[in-house]
């Protein structure tokens, strides 16, 4: 996704693109209920 918005507003990196996002508060990860679930779990030390 970043390398599609990255090239539609015209920056060189990924990171320019990663930048922009977060500074305009655009959600950009494609991360699903199940995965936030499964992170909670390691970092609450259950696997």
Known sequence: MAAQVGRILGF???LEV????????VA???YSPADAE???NL????N
């Open 28 to 30: 950009w990860v494609d």
């Open 43 to 46: 970092l609450r030390g259950k």
């Open 18 to 25: 990663l930048d922009f996002l977060a500074k305009n508060e």
């Open 12 to 14: 060189q990196t990924r």
């Open 38 to 40: 499964r992170e909670r």
